[in-house]
């Protein structure tokens, strides 16, 4: 079992920037990748971020590509999301999932473990 927490979420003006990062631990091998999806008021979740390391790989949702970054600190099982340029419609409560499925994962089916969530509110 693989438990996910995140942190970093918080409250910043439009423009501004936040930092995301989730801590993997309990039965840590997580083969393939993670992702950060998001899910706003009256929305469904929705894909944001992945990273994969068999073979290691990125990807972004259009709607975030170029103000968004993921990264991994395999040493110290945590997935970080760099959010930059902060808008608006990016206010969501954000999630950290990990996929045991190889290849690019942008569903939410295909995440079998996910973090409890932490809120991102950015003000106009």
């Known amino acids: 079992q693989v438990q996910l927490v995140e942190s970093g979420g918080g409250l910043v003006q439009a423009g501004g920037s936040l930092r995301l990062s989730c801590e993997a631990s309990?039965?840590?091998?997580?083969?393939?990748?993670m992702g950060w999806f998001r899910q706003g008021p009256g929305k469904e979740r929705e894909f944001v971020a992945r990273i994969s390391w068999r073979p290691s790989s990125t990807d972004y949702a259009d709607s975030v590509k170029g103000r968004f970054t993921i990264s991994r600190d395999s040493g110290k099982n945590t997935v970080a999301l760099q959010m930059n340029s902060l808008k608006p419609e990016d206010t969501a409560v954000y999630y950290c999932?990990?996929?045991?499925?190889?290849?690019?994962?942008?569903?939410?089916?295909?995440?079998?473990?996910w973090g409890q969530g932490t809120q991102v509110t950015v003000s106009s």
């Open positions: 309990g039965s840590t091998t997580i083969s393939y990748g």
């Open positions: 999932a990990a996929t045991r499925l190889p290849g690019t994962r942008t569903t939410v089916s295909e995440y079998v473990y």
